[in-house]
């Protein structure tokens, strides 16, 4: 395997710019199955398969067909399905509205029975490993040459999918009643790349992401020969750098790499140690040279043409197994795809058993039958529930019940009820029919009756299950196409009439004998008799050219259109007088009322206006036409109770927002009372605490001076030790948390010291900063909040915690200054728990010797230790050089009084150290 490998990495290292310049096209996604094509593609399908000759533009069909799905919430529906998904590409697919939809009766069953199936599932399906790869495979085929992340990235996602298969496979086998045989079929006879996974297993580490030496001969022998080349060099110049330290040249063995050459350390001064070296580059101060040994640069030759072969090597071993994928494009795209059918029926698997819903069947309108009854009925669904609506009822109800089963259901119930589940509904249309006219008083329920079977309809299409009983039957449509809303548009000058005229006029261009044809308020906007007039001729228009038409109206004379074509058919929603509420139940075959003055008698509504209703119904009423009664009067009447009722909800909440603004204003001028009382209170305390400190810090002094007169020299160290412990105890105790100066005072006082802790505006009121460098006399300043340095200025911070330790230190300092330098290193050491400040670098705290004589560095150096404060950080820059200044500059910082300890600035950096100075 190994040396067909390296033949054929060969032949495409030789050939390689051709190799990786194809110009094969590929998709940029995967995630749309075989069988659901794109939706401008199903459009123009669904076009060509119009009756009409008149049929419009693919992309006018188009526009209708996403405008019905937004007005039956089709996303919504996808949106909820995606949450059962286990691929990113299914996810996806969901979340755009990508759900694959059958573009004939054919397909739609088969998705119904792949959602059968993946209902029976025990367990779902392990999809892990299985990554979104389309934009790898298109890289590769475009010729761009894939990381070793992207090549192993589509190993493990081909080697996860030949697991779903075996999952697949396993429970097929072990049910052999041909349940599972739906989910098996999808990926049957897919190429799972076999050779191409181990190809990438072999020569690749997914883990480490890199080329294996076994990925071809060649590369195994150039990576041992470099492994020799490197021990033999590294010993080399390990033994060389030894014999220099040992000859004085250094101050320690240093191995290094300057300009991808391997080299050592030597101080300049003893450059011939290196006899015949070559120098590759100096330190800042010139002091230290890095040089290639003359017997290294053979090794170090070898190095370099060895390490240009090694990636030369793997660079043709990543073209490879790029080629292999540009060209199992195609299979992989086809296996991806398949991969996303699979997971996209198990998500509809799971989405049938959450909604407990039912699959349905497709009727045909070739008669009915006597053993089944409902075959009469091209439509026969009962007990349908919205879906949308369903799924909001079971998120409540789930949270009760998780509820109940901590508190006990009894003592749940009595605290509130569970919430009632949506109204079932019935719909049966028998075969003749083709228009259904919908008719009842408002929120009555027809818009979400004529929205649930349209839903239905989409869901039953794309394989999905719906909520309902029994086993409900609808025809295959393949239109959906709705008219629900106001399509007003100041923009395109549509009035609300306009616009769904214009809508209809689309409709009846693009509708075909299999359609579905949902119209909400038809005529309305208009004149009541021309919109009834026009509304008829649509109707009867759409009836010979639709399967079936289902449409809202408030106009009675559509109602009665059954009477004279038997192709109509009515439908009304119930209204129950009593409790004036809709019951939401759809009386098939029933003609609705508004009902409008019997409700507003109900309500107590003026008797003489009710009258006055009562004589224009009859004016306007011909003889032997009761059914038409209410006709204009109650639309009229029932857009004053819209207006009355949408009045008094305005008042309602202009009074709430009235109260609530008193209560707010209220609140605000008691926190303004209670912010000013609470400034006074801290105020008062800040005040007694000082006047405790202060006279604490008297008779601290007092018998500070007491013991000090009383006192030996050799026990001078211990009472000053003694003191500065009590007057960092009570610093301490003392410290403020909280600050009750007002802003004005702090930004007019505070002048900022290096070491304080401080609040700074802009950069959060939870955390504090800490001031590492004076920037000018104004106040200006460089503060540190985390690992980021920013400059502020006094006004805009304030002063959280300053050193006490080191203010007690400094006033000390002021008092007994000769004696405090004395101090033995002793008691130094007795004060090792003091904070100094931030170990910051910058020009104040850094001090430079590098070029300096040893005498002028001594004595800068102690010029620099004297001008600290006290628990200051000083950075003393020596260099290598030499190594004189160093050990000089080392010496002072030693015996120097006031250093507490000294350390390297890193461990990679010899070159300058860190002093505390207390």
């Known amino acids: 395997m190994a040396t067909i490998v390296a033949a054929a990495a060969l032949n495409l290292y030789l050939r390689l710019p051709l190799a990786l310049h194809c110009t094969v096209s590929f998709p940029a996604r995967l995630s749309r199955i075989p069988h659901a094509p794109p939706r401008r593609l199903r459009s123009a399908a669904a076009s060509r398969t119009l009756a009409s000759p008149a049929t419009s533009e693919v992309p006018e069909a188009e526009e209708l067909r996403l405008e019905a799905e937004s007005a039956l919430e089709w996303g919504g529906v996808c949106a909820r399905l995606a949450d059962f998904a286990a691929t990113a590409a ?46 790898v495979v298109a890289a590769a085929a475009r010729g761009r040459l894939l990381a070793v992340r992207e090549i192993c990235g589509v190993g493990r996602s081909l080697r996860a999918a030949r697991g779903v298969f075996d999952q697949v496979k396993s429970l097929a086998e072990e049910m052999p009643d041909g349940r599972y045989t739906s989910l098996l079929d999808i990926l049957q006879g897919c190429d799972f790349l076999t050779e191409l996974v181990k190809m990438i297993e072999f020569c690749l580490d997914s883990n480490l992401s890199m080329v294996l030496d076994r ?51 030597v101080k300049a001064s003893h450059k011939h140690l290196v006899p015949g070296g070559i120098v590759l580059s100096s330190s800042g101060s010139g002091a ?94 009962e007990g349908i529930r919205h879906p949308l609506l369903l799924e909001q009822s079971l998120g409540t109800v789930e949270e009760l019940t998780a509820e109940a089963t901590e508190v006990g259901k009894e003592q749940l119930s009595e605290d509130r009820p569970v919430p009632s589940m949506p109204v079932p509904l019935d719909m049966h249309v028998k075969n003749d029919t ?85 119209i909400d308020e038809i005529g309305s906007g208009t004149d009541p008799s021309e919109g009834v007039s026009l509304s008829t001729s649509i109707l009867k228009y759409l009836a010979s050219r639709l399967n079936l038409a289902v449409v809202t109206t408030h106009y009675a004379d559509l ?8 192709r109509f058919e009515n439908a009304a929603m119930e209204f129950c007088l009593e409790t004036l509420k809709p019951t939401y139940r759809v ?35 011909p003889d032997k036409q009761k059914e038409r009664q209410g006709l ?60 405790s400190v202060k006279s604490q810090m008297d008779l601290l002094i007092k018998n500070f001076e007491v013991q000090l007169k009383n006192s030996k020299l050799e026990q001078y160290n211990s009472v000053m030790r003694k003191a500065e412990a009590a007057t960092a105890s009570l610093a301490a105790a003392h410290q403020p948390t909280e600050f009750a100066v007002s ?110 004589r040893v005498g002028e560095a001594s004595h800068e150096l102690e010029m620099a230790i004297d001008g600290c404060r006290a628990y200051q950080v000083l950075f003393v820059v020596h260099g290598m050089g030499t190594g004189a200044v160093k050990e000089c500059a080392l010496g002072v910082l030693r015996s120097h009084p006031r250093v507490v300890r000294i350390e390297d600035e890193s461990p990679l950096n010899y070159g300058c150290t860190v002093a505390y100075i207390e």
């Open 288 to 381: 230290t040279y890095f040089m290639e040994p003359r017997d290294a640069v053979k090794l170090n030759n070898t190095e370099v043409k060895l390490s240009g072969d090694e990636r030369a090597e793997e660079l043709a071993v990543l073209g490879l197994l790029t080629s292999r994928i540009a060209e199992s494009r195609t299979k992989i795209r086809h296996l991806m795809g398949k991969i996303l059918e699979l997971d996209l029926a198990c998500a509809r698997g799971s989405y049938a058993l959450w909604i407990n819903g039912v699959r349905p069947a497709f009727s045909n309108r070739d008669g009915s039958s006597e053993l089944d009854p409902s075959s009469a009925y091209s439509v026969f669904i």
């Open 215 to 265: 990925a071809s001969e060649r590369l195994g022998t150039i990576r041992k020969e470099r492994r020799m080349n490197i021990d033999m060099l590294e010993s080399l110049l390990r033994d060389t750098s030894v014999k220099i330290f040992q000859a004085g040249g250094a101050d320690s063995p240093v191995v290094t790499k300057r300009r991808s050459r391997m080299c050592v350390g």
């Open 743 to 852: 802003d004005d005072e702090n930004k007019s006082l505070y002048v900022p010291q290096i070491g304080d802790k401080v609040y700074v505006e802009g950069l959060g009121g939870g955390s504090m900063a800490t001031v590492v460098e004076i920037l000018s006399e104004d106040g200006s300043c460089m503060v540190q909040y985390g690992k980021i340095k920013v400059r502020a200025k006094s006004n805009k911070m304030k002063l959280a915690q300053r050193d006490t330790k080191e203010t007690s230190a400094s006033s000390s300092a002021q008092g007994k200054g000769s004696r405090t330098q004395k101090r033995s290193a002793a008691g130094t050491a007795q004060t090792g728990s003091v904070s100094f400040a931030p170990a910051v670098q910058t020009s104040r705290n850094t001090v430079d010797l590098r070029g300096m």
């Open 90 to 135: 299914g996810r996806a697919a969901c979340g755009e509205g990508r759900v694959p939809v059958g573009r004939s009766r054919e397909e739609s069953e088969r998705l119904l029975e792949q959602t059968a199936a993946a209902s029976l599932l025990s367990a779902p399906l392990d999809f892990d490993g299985v990554g979104d790869v389309s934009a």
């Open 559 to 566: 109602s009665r259109l059954k009477a004279v074509d038997d």
């Open 434 to 518: 083709r228009i259904v006219v919908i008719s009842g008083p408002n929120t009555g329920g027809k818009t979400a009756t004529m929205k649930t079977l349209g839903l239905a309809s989409l869901m039953s299409k794309a394989g999905m299950f719906f909520p309902a009983k029994g086993r409900p039957r609808l025809p295959w449509f393949d239109q959906v196409l709705a008219d629900i809303g106001d399509h007003q548009s100041l923009e395109n000058s549509l009035s609300t009439f306009s616009g769904n005229i214009s809508r209809l006029r689309k409709i009846a261009q693009v509708v075909s004998t299999d359609s579905l044809v949902l």
């Open 587 to 621: 009386l098939w075959g029933s003609t609705g009322y508004s009902n409008a003055l019997s409700i507003a008698k109900s309500i107590g509504f003026d008797q003489k206006v009710l009258d006055r209703a009562q004589e224009w119904v009859e004016k306007l009423l």
């Open 632 to 691: 204009l009067y109650g639309s009229l009447l029932d857009e004053r109770n819209l207006l009355e009722s949408q009045a008094n909800e305005v008042a309602s909440v202009l009074s709430e927002v009235e109260d609530l603004y008193n209560e707010i204003r209220l609140e605000a001028d008691e926190l303004d009372n209670r912010v000013a009382a609470l400034k006074a209170r801290e105020s008062r305390k800040v005040q007694q605490e000082l006047k």
